[in-house]
């Protein structure tokens, strides 16, 4: 092997020493990689409690759903309670939407 050229980078002149310092660049050390998974535990746990207790809103709210007429209702007070659940509902589905694109995104982070 020819010795590296002046002012060329010592791992271009030696592919083996370049191999290693490619793969070196996503080597974590163990205490900083057990730190950032506690890390993104911290930050997963949360929104997957906050999905799971909207869950089962939505599950309660789509049952009451379900018991109350097809139709808009007799009196208005019927067709006021029948409007502000389906507006919950689809406030619950969006705020659901919202947490699960934050968890993937935290997830595919993580890897």
């Known amino acids: 092997m020819a010795p590296p ?3 060329a980078p010592l791992a271009s002149a030696d592919p083996f020493l370049f191999a290693v310092l490619e793969a070196a660049k996503d080597v974590v050390p163990f205490a900083v990689d057990d730190e ?3 890390r993104s535990h911290e930050a997963i746990a949360p929104l997957e409690r906050e999905l799971m207790h909207l869950s089962v809103m939505k599950d309660r709210l789509e049952a009451e759903q379900t018991r109350m007429p097809l139709s808009a209702g ?3 007070t019927e067709r006021q309670h029948k409007q502000l659940v389906e507006e919950r509902l689809t406030e619950l589905n969006r705020r659901m939407v919202d947490i699960r ?5 935290l997830c595919v982070a993580r890897r």
């Open 5 to 7: 050229q002046a002012g």
């Open 101 to 105: 694109a934050r968890l993937k995104k």
């Open 36 to 38: 950032l998974a506690q």
């Open 74 to 76: 007799r009196t208005a």
